[in-house]
């Protein structure tokens, strides 16, 4: 059965801090790795990772993959309060479409 | 843009109602995926289907059904809610291919008094 772990479950900072999400996962044929934004309505996709080591950005969001630890970070720089939410992470396997997520890091960012 | 519209966001039944919930995506997704997400255990997977009148059973599928009679509509149906499935549901699509991102709908609280 394919698990995705997720730490910390929440976390608090401040405006302007950096901040790093861990997700380690077991999955018996991985195709890829995703990584979602849920604000209070529908998640919203970021990432998709599928090789180790190429990091892939966007703004201030950057995400990496390593296929041998079987874990994935997403780093958010400079942190804004509208990065408050939570964020999911999730694995696919090559024998489907279907996806295997984790608890979700619910990340606060106080002004 | 992809939409995923799923027909309530907040929903109230009592124990034992027959609940239908709804969701439609108007991206041609062959593949569409029900969810609910609770506290501390993430989005567990109940449904999902590949193609019109095919499903397959998710992770969680006790206590629901399914429908897709068409391929831009998914079904969702509690034959007789209980207390237990008071959740936030959330309806997905993607494509067929693998390896693809899945489009979320803005989700239903469903509330079973």
């Known amino acids: 059965e394919d698990k995705v772990v997720q730490s910390p479950l929440s976390l608090v900072v401040h405006e302007g801090d950096t901040v790093t999400l861990n997700c380690s996962y077991e999955v018996t044929n991985f195709r890829s790795l995703l990584w979602y934004k849920q604000e209070k309505k529908a998640p919203t996709f970021l990432f998709m990772l599928t090789s180790s080591g190429i990091e892939k950005k966007s703004g201030r969001l950057s995400s990496i993959l390593d296929k041998k630890e079987l874990f994935s970070i997403l780093n958010i720089t400079a942190t804004q309060t509208g990065d408050s939410a939570v964020y999911l992470c999730?694995?696919?396997?090559?024998?489907?479409?279907?996806?295997?997520f984790g608890e979700g890091t619910q990340l606060t960012v106080n002004p | 843009d992809v939409k995923v519209t799923q027909s309530s966001r907040y929903l109230v039944k009592r124990t034992g109602e027959k609940v239908f919930l709804e969701c439609v995506q108007d991206m041609d997704h062959e593949n569409m995926f029900w969810y609910r997400q609770d506290p501390g255990l993430g989005l567990r997977l109940i449904y999902f289907s590949y193609d019109v009148k095919m499903k397959e059973k998710g992770d969680i599928p006790e206590g629901y059904s399914v429908s897709r009679e068409k391929k831009e509509r998914f079904s969702l149906i509690l034959e007789s809610a209980s207390t237990n499935q008071t959740s936030m549901y959330l309806c997905?699509?993607?494509?067929?291919?693998?390896?693809?991102?899945?489009?979320f709908g803005a989700g239903t609280r469903l509330s079973v008094l």
């Open positions: 997905a699509s993607s494509f067929w291919r693998g390896g693809l991102s899945q489009y």
């Open positions: 999730a694995v696919q396997e090559t024998s489907g479409s279907r996806l295997t």
